[in-house]
């Protein structure tokens, strides 16, 4: 069992930036963000292969966030620019197990999940 540890999230200004970072116990498959706000479902944001030559992103952070991810250290990141208040939201970091299947963006795709950090973006 891979166990995911977020951190990085915090309360920021509209327009400033956040980097998150996820640390897992072990190897991964691929990886992948996702976010909640109060009173709506679990929604995708990225996601990144295992080798990191494929990225991933919803509509609404392209061009404004970026994921990454060092093998070597089990670490994915996931770098906010230009944040809006409606980015507001428990992020959570996510992991597929060897037995992943479904749609790569739905949190049933994922086997392992962090614990989440919250992000808070004043206007």
Do not use: H
Not at 85 to 92: F, I, M, N, S
Not at 95 to 122: A, D, H, I, L, M
């Amino acid at each position: 069992q891979v166990q995911l540890v977020e951190s990085g999230g915090g309360l920021v200004q509209a327009g400033g930036s956040l980097r998150l970072s996820c640390a897992a116990s072990g190897p991964t498959f691929a990886m992948a963000w996702f976010r909640q706000a109060p009173g709506k479902e679990r929604e995708f944001v990225a996601r990144i292969s295992w080798t990191g030559g494929s990225t991933y992103y919803a509509d609404s952070v392209k061009g404004r966030f970026t994921i990454s991810r060092e093998n070597a250290r089990n670490t994915v990141y996931l770098q906010m620019n230009s944040l809006k208040p409606e980015d507001t939201a428990v992020y959570y970091c996510a992991g597929e197990g060897p037995n992943y299947s479904g749609n790569q963006y739905q949190p049933r795709r994922y086997e392992y999940w962090g614990q989440g950090t919250q992000v808070t973006v004043s206007s």
